[in-house]
């Protein structure tokens, strides 16, 4: 079953009674309702397509949280072969919100980093919501120098509604881990990829997504701060989301005119999480592709790039 | 013209006029509630004289302090597109930009400067909390890399004075987007063998202190700044509990290992003089009163870049739209 938004709502009613109708066929021999079903069908795909077409940027945030979208857990068993996690920061715990290691894409040999949100309550809990904290940030830290040792390309996969906001992760210095982690994604001298799969939760995004290539999935957001965070700062009121999150601008297609994303990644209709299979098939062609276009480059010349790139970034704004 | 505008008029200005005076000259301290005399506080860097509460210091105010003899050479900062978002709130964000220009009588919340300081030549930059929150948006990134190329270019450290509540909304994820890019620049000092020190001032947190803010060789804050990444009422709200005593204020961090020290205002030159002097290798600084020194005239090829990335109107985009 699927879980519907606020906003398909009427969509829920039309599928609902498909369902409903269909259920009644099947204990009903005589009653032929095929035809009225299909009809419904028809009728809930037109509207889905109707609803999706252009989606307000409050809505792309209920469909990046959506939570039966497909998570890193879920890309990195299908995408990858002998993905062989390795965990902790070696110096406090293994934070499970951020999950990594070395893992074949398509044969070739690469270190995965990404935020991990869970399914159901009790992984939500052991993922902490995918809201890492230093170890988190510290573990990426360890696991992107290790990649830069023995040569193997990064792909970071990210999904956070940010860093965490605690009380040992403040004493354990969060924000030294999330800067000393950017700061590692510019320094390492091998290709950095990064997909943002659902929410792009600002410095804790920032902190994996400081690539080569960036990606967004066609309904995921990127921004600096939640739209309910915004909305309690700037308009004092944190029921003022849907203003916020239209003027952050943080859809994935307005980034991309920003010049902050370099792909996007189309979704099945109505969102990643009504097909996932395709979701995730679709993201595995985009890594394939952006880690082609890496190829061949020297450390020395991915580096230089990299930096030069985001030296760049932050100097042009929205076509006016 | 007639009696009315001849002489009432100038007569009711000038009762008025002299009575704007007094208004400025004593200033109540927010921890201890002492009045303070106007000239003995900015004698004593905004530092009550009764309880030690170190109060808000303009960058201005803080350079006129920090070189030798309040002398130094303000460098210019590229200009940003401005609004790039058409960012717009409860205000737009020009019209915010403008009432915090008018409040600071400052262009934006980022000051740089090169200059001698005990004899010792250093590029420094300084946040401005009362402009704007000192967010971090495009100048601020912009002024950081101004600076660390002027340092890299004058072989000079760097000392940051970091203020701020974080990133600049109105910029959205363009104001995000400086976090790897002041990263960047702390990285050209760091390759090119300068010291980057970081003074850390109330209140410092958010992506700020995630990005250029905690990368520092040395990193000083002044007494019991507030120094983190989520702040206190954010995290309350989270974990629901109350938080310790002094937690998130630099002596917390401090215990924490976060921080090598926490100086006082009015001995940071000292000690920032003694440091950057050891790090450069140099001989230990003269002590006392030294004449002022002669405004440093901007070398030329100090100047150039500066100018050169101001004419270019736009830096190369990261990717094509």
């Given at each position: 079953m699927t879980q519907y938004l606020e906003f398909e709502k009427p969509l829920a009613e039309i599928e609902g009674k498909a369902e409903e109708l269909r259920a009644l066929g099947r204990a009903n021999?005589?009653?032929?309702?095929a035809d009225e079903a299909a009809a419904l069908d028809v009728k809930a795909e037109a509207l889905l397509r109707d609803l999706y077409k252009n989606l307000t940027a409050w809505r792309k945030c209920q469909v990046a949280r959506h939570p039966e979208r497909p998570h890193c857990r879920d890309y990195i068993e299908a995408l990858f072969t002998e993905f062989t996690p390795l965990a902790g920061d070696r110096n406090f715990a293994d934070d499970h919100a951020v999950m990594g290691g070395l893992a074949r894409l398509d044969d070739r040999p690469v270190m995965v980093i990404g935020q991990e949100k869970g399914s159901d309550t009790k992984s939500r809990i052991l993922h902490n919501f995918?809201?890492?904290?230093p170890e988190g940030y510290r573990k990426a830290v360890r696991l992107m120098e290790m990649a830069d040792r023995f040569g193997l390309p990064v792909i970071t996969l990210v999904d956070t509604p940010g860093a965490f906001p605690g009380k040992g992760a403040e004493e354990r210095g969060q924000s030294e881990a999330i800067a000393r982690s950017t700061e590692k994604c510019l320094q390492i001298g091998v290709p950095l990829i990064s997909v943002i799969i659902g929410e792009g939760g600002s410095g804790g995004a920032v902190a994996l997504a400081t690539a080569d290539r960036v990606a967004m999935l066609e309904h995921s957001v990127y921004s600096v701060i939640t739209p309910e965070g915004c909305a309690s700062i700037l308009?004092?009121?944190?029921?003022k989301m849907r203003e916020a999150a239209e003027a952050m601008r943080l859809t994935a297609q307005e980034l991309r005119k920003l010049g902050v994303v370099d792909r996007l990644i189309d979704e099945p209709l109505g969102g990643a999480h009504r097909d996932r299979d395709a979701s995730i098939k679709a993201v595995g062609k985009a890594l394939n592709a952006m880690l082609a276009e890496m190829d061949g480059k020297t450390p020395a010349a991915l580096i230089k790039n990299r930096r030069e790139k985001f030296l760049a970034m932050g100097s042009k704004g929205l076509a006016a | 013209m007639n009696w009315i505008t001849n002489y009432v008029r100038p007569r009711i200005n000038s009762i008025f006029s002299r009575r704007?005076?007094?208004?400025?000259?004593w200033q109540k301290c927010d921890e201890c509630g002492t009045m303070l005399f106007h000239r003995e506080l900015s004698d004593n860097l905004?530092?009550?004289?009764?309880?030690?509460h170190h109060m808000a210091i303009s960058p201005r105010e803080r350079f006129k302090a920090l070189f030798d003899g309040g002398v130094f050479s303000e460098i210019a900062v590229p200009e940003p597109v401005a609004d790039p978002l058409h960012f717009r709130d409860q205000k737009k964000y020009p019209d915010r930009m403008k009432a915090a220009q008018k409040s600071t009588?400052?262009?934006?919340?980022m000051l740089v400067a090169f200059g001698e300081m005990g004899r010792t030549p250093i590029v420094a930059v300084a946040q401005d909390f009362a402009f704007m929150g000192g967010s971090m948006g495009m100048y601020v990134g912009n002024a950081i890399i101004a600076a660390a190329e002027h340092a890299v270019k004058l072989k000079r450290p760097l000392i940051l004075f970091s203020a701020a509540g974080?990133?600049?909304?109105?910029?959205g994820i363009l104001s995000l987007m400086q976090m790897p890019r002041t990263t960047v620049a702390v990285q050209m000092l760091k390759e090119a063998g300068l010291p980057y020190i970081v003074v850390l001032t109330h209140p410092t947190t958010g992506g700020v202190t995630a990005s250029?803010?905690?990368?520092?060789d040395v990193q000083i804050a002044e007494p019991n700044a507030l120094i983190c990444f989520a702040g206190p009422r954010v995290i309350e709200q989270t974990i629901r509990e109350k938080l310790p005593?002094?937690?998130?204020r630099a002596e917390y961090l401090l215990d924490h290992g976060m921080l090598d020290r926490v100086t006082k205002r009015t001995e940071m030159r000292d000690e920032l003089i003694t440091i950057t002097r050891m790090l450069l290798g140099l001989p230990p600084a003269i002590r006392g009163d030294l004449p002022a020194p002669e405004?440093?005239?901007?070398p030329a090829e100090a100047a150039k870049p500066a100018k050169q990335s101001e004419n270019d109107p736009k830096p190369k985009p990261a990717t094509s739209k």
């Open positions: 021999e005589e009653m032929d309702v995918g809201m890492a904290r308009w004092k009121d944190a029921e | 704007e005076m007094p208004e400025n000259l905004n530092v009550c004289t009764n309880c030690g009588g400052e262009k934006e919340a974080g990133a600049r909304m109105q910029e250029y803010a905690m990368l520092g005593e002094g937690f998130q405004p440093e005239s901007p």
